[in-house]
């Protein structure tokens, strides 16, 4: 095929990047599969190891298996000394996530293997990774708080040893199991734009801990994962129900996006947005109301009546801000604990690229010049 018989497809939309089983979306229907796993059944009766584990390796863990996965990922949480030294180093003014892409460069200078042929070598990066990230989130935020580091508890899953490391105290049954379910759902959407991200950097045989921060840096953009912490100062804008109408006709003539809203896979609601608002609900009811939430419902019934017919819903960020806002993670920490769940995602994706990998490479549909001549300097 020559390069003028290719036609640009803006943003890759509905192209192919890869063949995968890790996970399904119907855009139509509002399906997302893990495995073949709906993901209703995976936050109803699974947890973020166990939801790991199956992105991973492709099935649920037996009870040995799941038993061993927690105790590597409780004995890889602690961090190099000087890689704390690091991380108290950056600088507090900065953002998480950069601090994070940052963290996860340098936990590679540590532990990265020239070859990761062996499958052992794979599932001890594996696990490194999965383990760090909440606390190097959860340190980067105790350094620039002024307080010290803080040790992760080995008695405690990944959901409930991040709110003790922020929080300093071990958070109720109900609070750390909305936080679990909000990391079964953020851990992996096909090829959205940070995975795609992976798959490439994966693709040059690079490390996985090059192929989390690059997929990390890929996150952090505000039409991707940086959404979620935006949607609350946007509720905060609106201020309450009644102005939402004067808000969103400023918004649209604007052509602004509307945060939190949007797909370019679902034309439905995003079937994690309606976990996550039952989430709220329930958190709320038990730990009092949030005033956002009222202004949050207001906007979706008004969004949805000027823009569904467009395929525009409410999307995963939508109330997942509200939830992680109640259980006391600072506004700018939402998109890293995004961040903390999808890295699974990511090295899920790396795994498979690794069994028929050939690079990315794709061409461009040229629109420059070309025979252009030099003019000297002086005559410029
Ligand atoms: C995530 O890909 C994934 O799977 C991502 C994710 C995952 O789990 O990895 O699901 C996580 O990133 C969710 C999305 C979070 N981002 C936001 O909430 C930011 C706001 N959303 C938009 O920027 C947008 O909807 C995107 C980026 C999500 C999708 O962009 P597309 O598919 O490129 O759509 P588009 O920008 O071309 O919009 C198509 C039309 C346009 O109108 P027209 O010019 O055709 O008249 O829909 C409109 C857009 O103006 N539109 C919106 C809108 N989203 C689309 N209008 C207002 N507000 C919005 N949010």
Redesign the pocket.
């Given at each position: 095929m020559t390069v003028q018989e290719t036609t640009l497809v803006?943003?890759l939309?509905g192209i192919p990047a890869a063949e995968s089983a890790v996970s399904y979306?119907d855009g139509q229907v509002g399906i997302l599969e893990y495995r073949g796993h709906r993901i209703e059944t995976l936050a109803e009766h699974s947890n973020f190891e166990e939801t790991c584990w199956l992105l991973l390796y492709g099935s649920l863990p037996s009870k040995s298996e799941l038993d061993g996965f927690r105790a590597r990922l409780r004995e890889h949480r602690d961090l190099p000394e000087r890689l704390i030294n690091v991380i108290r180093a950056l600088p507090g003014v900065g953002h998480p996530m950069d601090a994070l892409q940052a963290s996860l460069a340098a936990l590679g200078m540590f532990h990265r293997k020239e070859d990761y042929s062996s499958r052992e070598e794979c599932d001890e990066a594996i696990v490194r990774i999965i383990a760090a990230v909440p606390v190097m989130i959860a340190n980067f935020e105790n350094f620039r708080a002024g307080r010290d580091y803080v040790q992760p508890d080995p008695k405690l899953d990944t959901a409930a040893n991040f709110l003790w490391m922020i929080n300093g105290t071990v958070a109720d049954e109900l609070i750390t199991r909305v936080l679990d379910v909000a990391l079964i759902l953020?851990a992996d959407?096909?090829m959205?734009?940070?995975?795609f991200a992976a798959r490439v950097v994966a693709s040059t045989e690079a490390d996985p801990f090059t192929v989390c921060s690059s997929a990390v840096g890929a996150l952090t953009g505000?039409?991707?994962?940086g959404?979620?912490e935006r949607?609350l100062d946007q509720l905060k804008a609106i201020g309450a129900a009644e102005n939402v109408p004067a808000w969103l006709d400023a918004?649209?003539a604007a052509?602004?996006?509307?945060?939190?809203?949007?797909?370019?896979?679902y034309t439905t609601k995003?079937p994690?947005a309606t976990i996550l608002q039952d989430l709220a609900r329930d958190l709320f009811e038990t730990h009092g109301m949030t005033p956002a939430y009222e202004t949050a419902l207001a906007l979706e019934a008004e969004v949805l009546q000027r823009?569904g017919s467009?395929?525009?819903y409410p999307?995963?960020?939508?109330f997942s801000g509200m939830v992680y806002a109640k259980l006391g993670i600072p506004t700018d920490l939402f998109t890293p604990v995004f961040a903390m769940s999808?890295v699974a995602g990511y090295l899920a994706h790396w795994r498979e690229q690794m069994t028929d990998n050939r690079i990315f490479r794709p061409t461009q549909v040229f629109v420059g010049s070309h025979d252009a001549a030099y003019t000297p300097l002086e005559l410029r």
């Open positions: 803006p943003g939309a979306i953020h959407h096909t959205n734009a940070s995975t505000p039409l991707h994962g959404a979620n949607v918004t649209l052509k602004s996006k509307i945060m939190g809203f949007g797909h370019r896979v995003d994690r823009l467009k395929g525009i999307n995963v960020d939508y999808r």
